[in-house]
């Protein structure tokens, strides 16, 4: 019952409290799976760059950035391969499970960017500026924060198939061609990275703006006192 | 579509959706130190058998125009020890054994009468970098069938002047262009590229194609895997 506004009412007293169930199972599910997958993925995958830390020739080497090891996981290149390798799978997996479930509950409508949503996305960024009011919501997500959950889902699956390339160059090798050379998929393997990050942070930034209740409902699947009305 | 239910219900049923997400714990076992090493194994396992089944025989490595190539001043010299093991040239031979029909010595002349294959392919090292370098060699799987090769073995088993070790699944083995190589560039290979033969393989990575060959066994059974394999990486590496 996705979306269905339901009053919780107090032992102590007769008022009630809203609540709505925001998350089915299988998204929470993904969400904190994911989670820790993409934590091992960037970490691991830091600790591979470090082995060849540059985007050009080997002769002569000319090192981009020399990450901290402290900030990698796995120790080694064959230590990250292994968890790079082996939470890919993980990665994956869930990446299909949840792509599966959203195309065929029709869940999917909760944060997919549409056309429609292209109207409200000034309104919105006057409001995030401080320059405007909140545009009333009837849905649980507005079209900046749909902007931004559509693109994340769109850099997941780029960082599988950049991946795919840079491990596979030969069995993909018109994927490879695709993205430039297996050259440039390396260094596109690496800058979707940066940008999952990027939206990462800005999610984190956001959660902790949108306080307790906010945050729980990707636990329960419940929030309280939902700032919106649903349809 | 509202309703009520009293506090203590809804609590009961935020625990039972909590308790759905129970599974993603059991990821914790990869933090415990007694797991991590047969976990990681098993998913480095896991890894090699997707790649053994996404490895299509008949599909060729890409190959290039000689203006692709880089030139050999920048293919990298990489080695486990030595750039020099010092092979005697004069007193050279692959020493062939296991399920063969005709075990024993082979010279580099008896090699180099396979019908010659040449071509441009990218080398990519594990650590992330690539060349395009030109090879020249015979085709392994001609001379497993010089040698009457049981090619329904499991694996081709390699040993090295540098005490290098590798191993190679059959598939890959039989791939069209994997050679067992003694040319680089057109040129004799050079003793840091591996001379008298190593082997260049377009569909592996770098640590599967060894230098300095001394030592060929078609088998079932490896003691070892290979050098790098042996202490903890992918044993398949199909590019």
Redo the contacts between chains.
Sequence with gaps: ?PE????????KSDE?TP?IYEHP?PV??CH??NA?ALF?MVGSGLQ??R??P?FG???P?KNLLDWPKSLAIGGW???A???H??????YIGTGLFYLGYQIFSGNYRQILFTTRDVPGVWPMVRHYFFLGPKPPSREAYNPLQKQAYTSAIILGILSVLTGLV?W????F?WLAWLMGG??MA?LWHFLVMWAILLFIFGHLVMVVLHGWNNFVSM????KKNPDYTPR | MESRINERKFKRINRRELLKLAPVVALGAFALPKLQAPLLKAGLGFSDWASALLFRKGLLAPTYADSEVAPIEKFYVNDYDVDDPGVDFDKWTLTVSGSVQKPGDYTLAQIQALPKIRHNTRHVCVEGWDVIGSFGGARLSDFLRVIGADTTSRVVYFECADDYYESLDMATALHPQTLLCYEMYHQPLTREHGAPLRLQIPTKVGYKQAKYLTDLKVTNVLQKVGYWEDQGYSEFYGL
């Design positions: 019952m269905a506004v339901i009053e919780i009412e107090s032992a009630t609540a199972w929470r599910f904190w799976l820790v091992v591979i760059f082995a060849f540059s020739a080997k002769v080497q290149l064959g230590g391969l292994q968890w390798l082996t939470f890919m799978w993980i840079i596979k160059p030969v069995q090798s297996f050259h390396r636990l329960t699947g419940w």
